[in-house]
């Protein structure tokens, strides 16, 4: 059974510091989600990671895969107010041919001015 | 506008009622899915649905079932509701397996 795993659960920053939220996985797969979601909204899809080495940045938000250690980051640079959000990881538990995604219990990211 | 759309966006009852969410894509996906996100946020897959396979999370109770009149459709079906059925069930389309589109979400409250 496949488990997805994030930390921390609960991240508290100051706006222009850095950081990473980190995503483990127990089984094998080359697909790795992660999206968005503000309190009370649906979920945003951010990256789609497909392959080993795969590394996606979208303006201060940098996500890559190393499917060898099945680790994922999502890293956040210089963060500002408007990222304060939960992010959520979701890994594809038929390796990408089902679309059965087992999410991570999200990261809940608050930044303070 | 191309999205995933779910009716009604809130839904109170009560235990032992029967209830329907709907979900409609206009993005020509071919795979549907209805996931679950409780209390703690947590999110769960319940179905997946093409229009050649369905496949369900064997924990979800038969009392949920799926029925999709066609592609751009698949609801949710909820008999004799219970009180651990509250949450906020997610309907999300995608092309074949790949990236999964979100619909807005629906809160029920089985009172």
């Known amino acids: 059974e496949l488990k997805v795993e994030q930390n921390p659960l609960f991240l508290s920053m100051q706006e222009g510091k850095n950081y990473t939220i980190y995503c483990n996985y127990s089984?094998?797969?080359?697909?790795l989600y992660w999206y968005r979601q503000d309190p009370g909204k649906s979920l945003e899809s951010l990256f789609v990671?497909?392959?080993?080495?795969a590394v996606k940045q979208e303006g201060r938000l940098m996500a890559s895969l190393d499917t060898k250690a099945r680790l994922s980051t999502l890293h956040i640079t210089a963060a500002v107010h408007d990222l304060s959000a939960t992010y959520f990881c979701?890994?594809?538990?038929?390796?990408?041919?089902?679309?059965?995604?087992?999410f991570g219990k999200g990261t809940k990211l608050s930044v303070k001015p | 506008d191309t999205a995933v759309s779910q009716t009604p966006k809130y839904l109170v009852t009560q235990m032992g009622n029967d209830k329907s969410i709907k979900c409609e894509q206009n993005?020509?996906?071919?795979?549907m899915y209805w996931y679950k996100q409780d209390s703690k946020k947590f999110l769960k897959i319940m179905f997946s649905?093409?229009?050649?396979?369905?496949?369900i999370n064997e924990t979800v109770p038969n009392r949920f079932s799926p029925k999709s009149p066609d592609k751009a459709h698949l609801n949710l079906h909820i008999n004799s509701l219970e009180l651990g059925d509250s949450a906020v069930y997610f309907c999300?389309?995608?092309?074949?397996?790949?990236?999964?589109?979100f619909g807005p979400g629906t809160r029920l409250t089985v009172l």
């Open positions: 999300a389309s995608s092309h074949l397996s790949f990236e999964q589109f």
């Open positions: 089984t094998t797969s080359d697909r």
């Open positions: 990671l497909l392959s080993n080495g």
């Open positions: 979701a890994v594809d538990e038929g390796g990408g041919s089902q679309g059965n995604l087992i």
């Open positions: 993005l020509g996906h071919d795979t």
């Open positions: 649905y093409n229009n050649k396979e369905l496949i």
